[in-house]
């Protein structure tokens, strides 16, 4: 819609345009004059030629003011070119230029007009001429908005183009990914339009792209769909998958159900506390005894238990102190806030040995929380021996630190409870004094 404002703006530039345009006209006719009359040309078409030049030239002067100041207004800002637009610049250059055709008949014919009006067919002319000039300037409003809706369309096309994600700060396990894209971005899972289908319905960046030309490999969209969302979305998307979908080609059923159990066995970030009524050392020993004999045959599935065993210990411990922690994944900052809860940070007035051991402590939890996303680009760098040794060292460690912070949290409980026990005692002590003494 255009604007009073936009409207009297373009009025002011093209009207002082096109008043200059004129300037000086009188004086070049009389010039003109004078250049025929000493040869006696005045009424020669030599001379009435020269005039209409000179008409001419002014009229495309005020065409360029016309371009510059109402067309140029959208060729040079980029302002969207609306229909109600379109149809108000058509009429304002019809307002505008006819008037400026008839003011070209009027200067000529007024210059050249004498009582035989031999020179009538100049005038005339001119005016035809102007006209054809004056429809060149509805061409470029055309073009112009074939312009403009073509520069619109193309950039809302490449909106939709697929491109590649950033990835999310916590991943899924790489062997469980991998095993993902071969069952539902393979020989079997979805098509290429499915892809983009399905995972709209977790993504609006993703919902926004369409599948066409240019797209790289099933597999390759797959993981970075997958890998650009959240963690818990990530766990979601599969085990939807895992339930069933209307596949192009159905993967095969056992192997599906074999995804969805490791899936499963992965961490959550809610607080998976609540599930087990008794956390101790027991408990975090009979864990540590599961996830052992997985190292052999699934180290990755190894370091996967670990941390999930690391987490529920960190949340039972803020739980059981009262500390509230909304969990979201990060597990460094989690380890923080439960070593905190139960004063294991360690302070300067330590020794140097408590500092680095209780500074270790969070360097296993970074350490497993980065091991999990990076153990499938460590086997190809150490080889499955070396990576099974790694396993274990992580797997060991956590097993201590997990038995450590119960530990913790037992000592400070049974601290707390004696420190209650002498107020009781004296209340008691005071009671029997003094029925003793009645």
């Known amino acids: 819609m255009i604007s009073t404002e936009f409207g009297v703006l373009c009025e002011k530039e093209y009207g002082l345009a096109s008043k200059e345009a004129y300037e000086g006209l009188d004086r070049e006719f009389a010039n003109i004059r004078e250049e025929f009359g000493r040869s006696g040309l ?36 980029g302002r969207v070119f609306e229909e109600s637009e379109y149809e108000w610049l058509k009429a304002v250059a019809t307002s505008k230029l006819d008037e400026e055709v008839r003011e070209v008949r009027s200067r000529i ?87 983009f289908e399905f995972f709209a319905r977790y993504s609006e960046p993703i919902a926004k792209m369409r599948y066409g030309s240019g797209v790289p490999s099933r597999k390759e969209v797959f993981g970075n769909f997958l890998e650009s969302l959240p963690i818990d979305a990530q766990r979601k998307v599969l085990l939807d998958l895992c339930d069933g979908f209307p596949f192009k080609t ?67 411990v803020l739980d059981r102190l009262g500390k509230k922690e909304e ?7 989690l380890y923080r806030a439960a070593g905190e809860a139960l004063q294991l940070a360690a302070k300067k007035e330590d020794d140097q040995a408590i500092r680095q051991i209780l500074g270790s402590c969070s360097g296993i939890a970074q350490g497993v929380a980065a091991l999990r996303n990076q153990f499938g680009d460590a086997h190809g760098r150490l080889g499955p021996d070396a990576e099974k040794r790694l396993a274990h060292l992580a797997a060991n ?8 912070l119960i530990e913790s949290l037992e000592a400070g409980q049974r601290k707390a409870a004696v420190a209650k ?11 029997s004094h003094s029925s003793g003494s009645s």
């Open 42 to 77: 005045l009424a020669s078409s030599a001379r009435a030629q020269a005039v209409v030049d000179e008409v001419l030239a002014r009229f495309d002067q005020i065409l360029e003011a016309f371009d510059l100041y109402y067309l140029g207004k959208w060729a040079v800002s």
């Open 109 to 195: 014919q007024s210059e050249l007009w004498e009582p035989s009006l031999s020179l009538v067919r100049y005038w005339e002319r001119a005016e035809v001429e102007a006209r054809a000039r004056r429809s060149k300037v509805f061409q470029k409003i055309e073009i112009l908005r074939m312009r403009i809706r073509e520069a619109a369309a193309t950039a809302h096309a490449e909106e939709n183009l697929y491109r590649l994600l950033p990835r999310s700060s916590e991943l899924l396990p790489l062997p469980i990914v991998a095993t993902a894209k071969e069952l539902f971005a393979g020989q079997t899972g979805l098509s290429g339009p499915q892809l």
């Open 250 to 316: 159905a993967p095969p059923p056992n192997e599906v159900e074999e995804l969805r159990s490791k899936i499963r066995g992965t961490p959550v970030t809610r607080t998976f506390a609540k599930a087990v009524e008794t956390i101790d050392v027991d408990y975090v020993s009979k864990q540590w005894a599961k996830l052992s004999e997985r190292l052999c045959n699934d180290p990755a599935g190894a370091i996967t238990s670990a941390r999930s065993l690391l987490e529920s210990v960190c949340l039972h």
């Open 327 to 333: 969990y979201a994944g990060d597990l460094p900052t």
């Open 397 to 404: 460690a956590v097993g201590a630190l997990c038995t450590f």
């Open 421 to 431: 026990q002498p107020v009781q005692n004296s209340g008691t002590l005071a009671n």
